[in-house]
C-alpha cells in the first residue's frame, strides 16, 4: 500500500456491509477489555457509576455547552459524518455535537443511545479529509462498544480530579486498570478510522496534528517527516528506552501519536487494511467465537490489587450514594 504524503482523498470508498468490529480490533484491546470486565465487582461499579448520574444526566451534562450538529447546521460536518456510518455499515445515526473546547479531542460516550462529542478546536486544527477520519475513529468506538466503558472511565477521571469523597487509593488503581484497557481501544478505533475513510494518509495526518499541530503553522508541518520520527521511534528497543516508553504511558489516557501512526502503517504493511477492502472479514450475522487466549494472555495485568480496589470503590459508591446526588 502507497503511503505517498499527496495523495487526493478518495472519489468512492467500498462499503463494509455487516462488517464486524473484529475485524479491526486490536489483539490487545480485545485481551484488556475482556480481563477487565472479569474482575469482581467490577461490573456492579460500572452500575453504580451509571446510575449515580443516569442516562439522562449523563447526556445533559455532557451536551449542556454544545451544538447539535443536523443538516442545517455544521451541514458538512454532518455529511461527513454520514458518509463514515454508511462505509462502516453502523446501521444507525448517533448525535453528533460540537463542543467549544480549545484543544483538540473527540469522544464517544452514553450508555442506552451513545453520541459523539467534538471539541470545537479539531475544526480549526484539522482540515476536512483528517476531521473525517477522527469522525470514522468515533463511529469504531461505537461499533466495538467501547462506549460503556469510556464513559464510565471520564467520570471515573472527572471524579478523581475534583477530589470528590470517592476519589483515593482505590478509584486511582481502578483508573489505571481502565487506562490501560482505553490506549488499546485507541489502537482499534485508529483501524476504523482507516476503514472508514480508506484514506491512510489523512489518517497519519490527523494523527500528526493532534501530536503538534498549530492552526496558524500548519502548512509548515511535514507528514514525511513524522512518518520518520515514527520509525525512529518504533526501531529503538533499547531497554532503557523501553523503560521510559513505558513510564511515560503511565499518566496518558491515549498511546503517543508516533506510535499510533507506527501501528496503522504496520497494519497496512501485514495486508490486514486490503484483505479487508477485498470483502474478506468477520460479519456480524457470523460472530467468531470469542478469544479465550486473549483473556489468558492479559489476565495477569489485573491482579489482586485491582481486585481489592474494586471493591473499596464500590463501597465508597454505595457511601457516596447515600449521601446524595453528585456534582460535577
Known sequence: MSETTNAPA??????LADISSRSWEHPADRAALRSLT?????????????GMFGERGLRLFFQA????????????VHDLHLRVLDTLDLGW????????TPFVNAGALGVEKPFVLINSASLDILDAAELETVLAHEAGHIASDHVLYRTVFTLLLLLAQRQ???AGIAIQAVVLAMAEWNRKSELSSDRAALLGTQNPEAVMSALMKLAGGSHQHGASLDLGEFLQQSDEYAEDESLG??????????????????????????WIREGHYDRILRGEYYRRSEEPRAYREDAREAASYYGATVKRAIRKLSQALDEAIQGGPVEL
Open 65 to 76: 455547552n454544545a451544538v447539535r450538529v443536523t443538516p442545517r447546521q455544521y451541514g458538512w
Open 10 to 15: 478518495p472519489t468512492s470508498r467500498t462499503k
Open 241 to 266: 528506552d523501553a523503560v521510559f516508553k513505558v513510564m511515560n504511558l503511565l499518566g496518558s489516557t491515549h498511546p503517543f501519536h508516533v506510535l499510533r501512526v507506527a501501528e496503522v502503517r504496520r
Open 93 to 100: 445515526e448517533p448525535e453528533l455535537y460540537i463542543s467549544q
Open 38 to 50: 472479569a474482575i469482581p465487582g467490577f461490573p456492579e461499579v460500572v452500575r453504580k457509576i451509571v
Open 164 to 166: 470528590l469523597p470517592i
